[in-house]
C-alpha cells in the first residue's frame, strides 16, 4: 500500500499557521493533521471550528481531524462545515459510534475512529465495516513529543487484518524513522508524525525518510 504521511500541526509554529501548512505540503504530506483537543477528553487543549475555517480558506490540502473531545457527536457537524476532508473521533467519547460514521459519511466527509493504546481492538468488530479509516494511538492522547508505545505493533497487526488492504490504518503518536519501520512493517499505511517533522530541519528530508522507511 502506499505510505502517506500526515503531519501534525500540534508541533508547528501556531504564529505561522498558513505558512507551515504550505511549506509541509510542498514537502509532500499526503494530507494535514489537526488535533483538536478540548481539556476534557485530554488534557490540553488547541483549537475548534472557526480556525479550521481559515486554514480551509487558505490551503488545498486534505484536512485530517482528529477529535479529542468529549460529546463528538455534538461537535461533528461544526468541524464539516469547516472543511474537514476526514474526521475521526475516539470509541472512547462516543455513545453511539455507528450513528456518528454515518452522520459524517452522509455530509460527504470520510470518517474513521481512533483507539487509545488502553482500548482493545474488540470495539471495532462491528464498526470496521464501517468505518473509511481506523487510527491507533501509539501514544496516550494530549500532547506532541511523547515516546511510542511498543505493543501498539500487534494491534496495528491485528486491524490491518480486520480492515483488508482497501481502507486506511494510521498511528499517531511517537512516529520517528525507527518506529515508523516497524509500524509499516505492522501494517500501517498513514503516519502521522509532529515532533519529527516539524523538529526536522527539512521538512522534505523527514517527510520523505517517512515514506520509505519500511523499504
Ligand atoms: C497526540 C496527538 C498527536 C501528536 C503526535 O495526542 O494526537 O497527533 O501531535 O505528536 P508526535 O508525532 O510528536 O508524537
Ligand atoms: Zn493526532
Known sequence: MKIKVSPSLLSCDFSRLGEEIQNVVKAGADMVHCDVMDGHFVPNITFGPPVLASMRRHCEALLDV???????????????????????????????????????QDMGCKAGVVLNPGTPEDELEYLAGAVDMVLLMSVNPGFGGQSFIPETLQKIANVRAMLGDERDLEVDGGI????????????????????????????????????????
Open 66 to 104: 482528529h477529535l479529542m473531545i468529549t460529546d463528538p457527536e455534538r461537535y461533528a457537524e461544526d468541524f464539516i462545515n469547516a472543511g474537514a476532508d476526514i474526521i475521526t473521533f475516539h470509541v472512547e467519547a462516543c455513545r453511539h459510534p455507528l450513528r456518528l460514521i454515518s452522520k459524517i
Open 176 to 215: 520517528d524513522e525507527r518506529t515508523a519501520a516497524q509500524v509499516i512493517q505492522a501494517g500501517a499505511n498513514v503516519l502521522v508524525a509532529g515532533a519529527y517533522v516539524f523538529r526536522h530541519h527539512s521538512y522534505l528530508e523527514a517527510i520523505e525518510t517517512l515514506k520509505t522507511a519500511g523499504e
